[in-house]
């Protein structure tokens, strides 16, 4: 049998692609992997070939077409439960927390794109902006506080919460967005993280350069 495929886009900037690539790391998967590079000529057509929503990323696993990071992440943990929290009421906030990554922060987003490769980037603040970031950090700085106990990341071991909100430590670490104590040691345990290096390895040396992307130099 052939192994499940994930299509992704720029490993560089493409952060939904990498929340779902962690997910399947995570839950100890062999797959493997197409890289789509995004908004060159054809792009849209190649990825049509593979999802009818045109987009990045899409998981397929036999006859099953999955699309949408969430609910890759849903459809694994159906055969993986290792991906969310094993107590139920950390399970419904880890689910929580994830759904409102997925579906909010849009001035982060907008503002400060996920661009591994970049350093030192300096970005227009705005009330927006300062606000997500000042939610992100309370999360971070609650869960750590409650799951230190039980290992590093924010529910203690990984989970797909921890995909959801790796592309944000990239994010911080990129512009520079710091805070001594839990954000800091949670950013270093995400970008330091040996199931992601690979990632970031890749990332850093591809050679397209995504405009919309490179900001604040």
């Not at 790391?25 to 992997?33: L, Q, S």
């Not at 906030?93 to 400060?112: P, V």
């Not at 909100?165 to 967005?177: D, K």
Request: neutral net charge.
């Amino acid at each position: 049998m052939s192994k499940p495929l994930l299509i992704i886009g720029n490993k560089n900037y493409s952060s939904w692609s990498l929340r779902a690539w962690l997910m399947l790391k995570y839950a100890g998967v062999d797959f493997d992997e197409v890289r789509i590079p995004l908004f060159v000529e054809g792009y849209k057509q190649k990825l049509l070939t593979y999802s009818p929503a045109g987009k990045v990323p899409a998981y397929r696993d036999g006859e099953v077409l999955v699309w949408d990071t969430l609910a890759i992440g849903e459809y694994l943990y159906e055969a993986h439960p290792v991906l969310w929290p094993a107590d139920k009421t950390a399970r419904a906030h880890a689910r929580s927390i994830s759904a409102e990554m997925h579906s909010g922060f849009t001035a982060l987003r907008k503002s400060m794109p996920m661009n591994i490769r970049g350093r030192d980037r300096q970005v227009e603040t705005s009330p927006a902006l300062e606000a997500d970031i000042a939610r992100i950090k309370s999360i971070w700085r609650e869960l750590r506080k409650q799951y230190a106990h039980a290992g590093p990341w924010l529910f203690g071991k990984r989970s797909m919460t921890d995909c959801m909100f790796a592309p944000v430590a990239f994010r911080f670490q990129t512009y520079g967005v710091t805070e001594a104590g839990p954000v800091a040691e949670y950013v270093h345990t995400v970008t330091h993280d040996p199931l992601v290096q690979p990632w970031i390895q890749a990332g850093e040396s591809e050679q397209e350069a995504v405009t919309a992307n490179e900001v604040g130099k």
